[in-house]
């Protein structure tokens, strides 16, 4: 019985008034959309099919549509078989830098390879994607 009192009293402590002006008030947006400081030109790129033994090279370019300077802080790869290169200088607003992953294509099939880019603006890196087969 203890417990069907307290149940009730948490429903209706639930939905009393206090809890009204929790929402927004009508007309304003829930959820408010974040300007991308990079607009890239390509976030994922089909190499189609590549001969096996030769590293292929994928260059993924972008624009800094910020009105500050960016800085690509780190380039990682998804596995010892990609290395990365990419843009070391500031790219001031408007400017345009890229990121480069060359693949080193050992073994015959399909492939699906990431780089994750972390930049001065977003500490949440950015994942960019390359596939193709291998022929041999």
Do not use: H
Request: glycine residues 6%; hydrophobic residues 40%; contains cysteine.
């Amino acid at each position: 019985m203890k417990n069907l009192k307290i149940t009730a009293l948490l429903a209706v402590l639930a939905c009393s008034p206090f809890y009204a002006n929790v929402f927004p008030a009508e007309g304003t947006p829930v959820v408010r959309t974040i300007k991308a400081d990079i607009t890239w030109k390509s976030e994922s790129i089909d190499v189609g099919n590549i001969p096996q033994g030769k590293p292929k090279l994928i260059r993924f370019e972008f624009t800094n549509t910020s009105k500050k300077p960016i800085v690509i802080e780190n380039v990682a790869p998804s596995c010892g078989c990609t290395t990365a290169d990419y843009t070391k200088t500031p790219i001031l607003p408007g400017k345009k830098g890229f990121v480069e992953a060359s693949f080193n294509a050992a073994a015959a099939g399909p492939f699906m390879k990431t780089v994750n880019v972390t930049t001065s603006e977003s500490k949440t890196p950015k994942t960019l994607s390359f596939k193709g087969t291998v022929t041999a």
